[in-house]
């Protein structure tokens, strides 16, 4: 689907060059003297290279079409995710370094998105909250009121967040997936 340079936003996979560039940040400058064109810094899917790249507004550029497909997360290998379609039952297995850190917060059975260009899988959306056990957390000190004081804390999957100073180990916890910060206590 072709789109105007103008349009590019960060986290959109564009077809460019024979590959396959996720948007990691766009600017959009208007200079006094000539046009208006859009500053692109891209990342390869494929290479793990970054491009920076710049379009005039009248240009086009080709936005990857991708098939959206819900998958439960089932266990994991050394290397791998294991993942499986509830309509069909298809396993797939995906590689650790595709998923990254959101990996410590796949449960058994949790439902994610998985993004597919051209029958690969290229990206897993996990949902936007999870919830977790605190597993160790330092006490809290008396007298520390100040709104912006947290603690760290180190959750039952191993990942080290910042949380409130009321929050005691062994409490559950929902944590959002995408910037890894807390969200409530349940």
């Known amino acids: 689907m072709k789109i105007n340079a103008g349009e590019i936003r960060v986290g959109m996979l564009l077809e460019y060059k024979n590959d396959l560039w996720q948007v990691l940040k766009t600017q959009h400058v208007k200079p006094g003297k000539g046009g208006a064109f859009a500053q692109v810094e891209m990342k390869s899917v494929n290479k793990n290279t970054k491009l920076n790249e710049r379009f005039r507004s009248s240009e086009t550029v080709e936005k990857a079409s991708l098939d959206e497909t819900t998958f439960n997360y089932l266990y994991s290998d050394e290397n791998n995710f294991f993942f499986m379609n509830p309509k069909t039952f298809e396993q797939i297995e995906i590689k650790k370094e595709l998923v990254g850190d ?61 949380v409130p100073p009321f929050i005691e180990t062994g409490d559950e916890v929902v944590v959002d997936t995408r910037n890894l910060e807390y969200v409530k206590k349940i």
């Open 102 to 162: 959101k990996g410590k917060l796949l449960t058994e059975n949790l439902e994610v998105s998985v993004n597919f260009y051209n029958d690969n899988p290229i990206s897993v959306e996990l949902p936007n909250q999870v919830k977790c056990k605190i597993d160790t957390t330092d006490a809290a000190l008396k007298g520390q009121t100040v709104s912006s004081s947290y603690k760290p804390a180190t959750l039952d999957n191993g990942l080290n967040i910042q």
